[in-house]
């Protein structure tokens, strides 16, 4: 959309119209307290000068460090044309698909982004995404307090603290109580969960693998949680999720993910993607939109936005969630990342992030001082325990060209010392030497 | 199709007294206008529940709508049926429709005779 802006003659008519002679005028009504008193604003410069200006702030990044950053959030491979395909103006600017006459494609890569999370998953129902990971995890507490009309949350402590925080201001004010239950080690202390599951639970609410990198089959927590009634919750990271036990066959009643890792870029804060799948008996309760595929009477497939009784177009009041965006071009962009990869393509960055992970405990244990938190499987990303704050050596690392990694004393207290490290498919054994290399020198 | 052994509300449900309990259904009439049902929420058994205040909902292909309590009551049982067969209300608004059996605790006195019901279904067909 181009930036109009109006003219003065023009300006003029409009206060005519609307009979009054000034634009203060206009704003009277606005107490002048309540008015800025300045914005504060530079003189406007010529559209060369702002290229300029903005090229030397991007100048600025530094860009090109070896990154061993996660704590959900991953820097896998996005092929090219992942970028070529969504820049075409068909997806570009299409926004709300409600005539479905006349955005059959949308629909289509919407129902098709579904399915493919759905398998990923190994869940009945997703919808077309929410703005990320974790509004994912508070609509999906929502709807097992919908479901069980219950309002006790049991929560790990090793799920992402940024959720957890993001969980705790979002229920700031609705009658919601949140158990949270602390990590061992960073392990999810699985025995202590169940047992924390109640009469009263809603929903249980586990990550796999959990913030500080460790794999776990949930399977006995889910089958607690049920024997209890009450839902499982489960966030998991979509590219492992091609290689580990399924979050289905676990027993998860909702399945919810960040879904950056399937092909988004990092890109400082988003836009990120919310993944968001159910059981079948979950689905009247799943929030956003949902595209159905049916047959119209001469039998041509036709795409369509289904379930809709539940948004708030149809009834705003009672509405399953009063989001009404999702991430659609994001959620294309994570489809055509699957799609141009295939299965076999997501198990092997799966496996390759592994791999290297298990080269860079190896390297990195050897370094004197340097252990790891504790010894539970993991899948790409662990935490090592450090001689020193691992601030300090993050800071000392930085300066050599490399991200080393997420100092976890950040979020979880007593563990200053301790250090998350994660690889993708785009590290390198040569990163991950010069990594090695620079912690020895820092310690 | 307005049965003259039952007791009505403005909102189109249906109230049938067996002894001391009530069996709750939507009419006929209601079933028709919405078309044909896709779901339908009920109350839980032990909830408590108040006339004219809203107990649940039913969507249809074309829209969704509330369901109003006909009187105050206790809810004893709910119709399991309709969670995977909510044409039932369709096919048998008044028989194996019916949506929850409770025990009123208010007066019946508000609530529609069917000659009554018959005159509002008639005002609003017009």
Redesign the interface.
């Known amino acids: 959309m181009p930036y109009i802006p109006h003219t003065p003659d023009q300006v003029r008519r409009m206060l005519d119209v609307v009979g009054v002679d000034s634009m203060s005028a206009l704003f009277a009504d606005i107490p002048a307290s309540m008015r800025p008193k300045s914005f504060d604003l530079p003189e406007g410069l010529s559209e060369d000068a702002v290229l300029t200006r903005l090229s030397e702030i991007a100048a600025m990044n530094e860009t090109g460090k070896a990154s061993f950053l996660g704590a959900g959030f991953y820097d896998h491979f996005q092929p090219r044309a992942v970028r070529a395909l969504i820049s075409r103006s068909e997806f570009y600017t299409a926004y709300t698909p409600y005539q479905a006459e006349a955005s059959q494609g949308t629909l289509q890569a919407i129902f098709e982004f579904q399915t493919a999370v759905c398998r990923l998953f190994d869940m009945d129902c997703a919808n077309a995404s929410v703005y990320d990971g974790g509004t994912a995890i508070f609509e999906a507490c929502m709807m097992a307090v919908r479901k069980t009309r219950r309002t006790k949350i049991v929560m790990d402590e090793a799920l992402s603290p940024i959720y957890r925080r993001m969980l705790s201001t979002m229920t700031l004010s609705l009658d919601i109580e949140t158990v949270i239950v602390p990590h061992a080690s960073g392990a999810s202390d699985k025995a202590a969960i169940s047992a924390a599951i109640d009469k009263d639970t809603a929903a249980v609410v586990v990550q796999n693998p959990n913030f500080f990198g460790v794999v776990d089959d949930f399977s006995d927590v889910a089958a607690t949680a049920r024997e209890h009634k009450a839902l499982t919750i489960m966030s998991a990271y979509p590219v492992l999720a091609s290689v580990l036990k399924s979050p289905g066959s676990m027993g998860a009643d909702i399945v919810v993910g960040e879904g950056q890792s399937l092909g988004l870029p990092l890109s400082f804060g988003g836009p990120y993607l919310g993944i968001m799948t159910c059981t079948k008996e979950m689905v009247r309760q799943l929030p956003g939109r949902i595209a159905g595929r049916t047959e119209d009477k001469e039998g041509r497939t036709g795409y369509v936005l289904t379930l809709q009784a539940r948004e708030q177009h149809i009834r705003r009041a009672k509405a399953t969630s009063n989001i009404c965006s999702n991430q659609a071009l994001c959620a294309l962009m994570a489809h055509i990342q699957m799609c141009l990869l295939g299965p076999e393509g997501l198990r092997r960055q799966a496996v390759l992030s592994m791999e290297l992970a298990r080269y860079a405990q190896a390297r990195l244990t050897a370094v004197r001082g340097v252990d790891l938190l504790n010894d539970a499987p993991y899948g790409n990303e662990f935490a090592i325990t450090l001689p020193r704050p691992a601030d300090e050596v993050v800071a000392a690392l930085a300066e050599q060209g490399v991200a080393a990694g997420f100092p976890l004393g950040r979020y979880y207290e007593g563990l200053d010392n301790a250090l998350l490290v994660a690889t993708t498919d785009k590290n390198t054994p040569e990163q991950v030497d010069r990594l090695a290399a620079g912690l020895k020198d820092a310690l | 199709m307005i049965p003259d052994d039952l007791l009505y509300t403005r909102t189109h449900e249906w109230l049938k007294q067996e002894g001391e309990t009530a069996l709750v259904g939507i009419t006929h009439f209601a079933q028709e206008q919405l078309g044909d049902l896709?779901?339908i929420?009920l109350p839980?058994p032990g909830d408590t529940i108040e006339a004219g205040e809203e107990m649940g909902?039913i969507?249809s292909v074309k829209?969704?709508s509330e369901i109003y309590a006909p009187v105050d009551g206790d809810v004893l049982e709910i119709n399991e049926d309709l969670e995977s067969a909510p044409e039932l209300v369709n096919e048998d608004p008044y028989g194996e429709g019916w949506l929850i059996r409770i025990r009123p605790s208010g007066d019946l006195d508000d609530l529609l005779s069917p000659a009554e019901y018959a005159d509002l279904v008639e005002s609003e067909t017009e």
């Open positions: 896709t779901f929420e839980a909902s969507e829209a969704a």
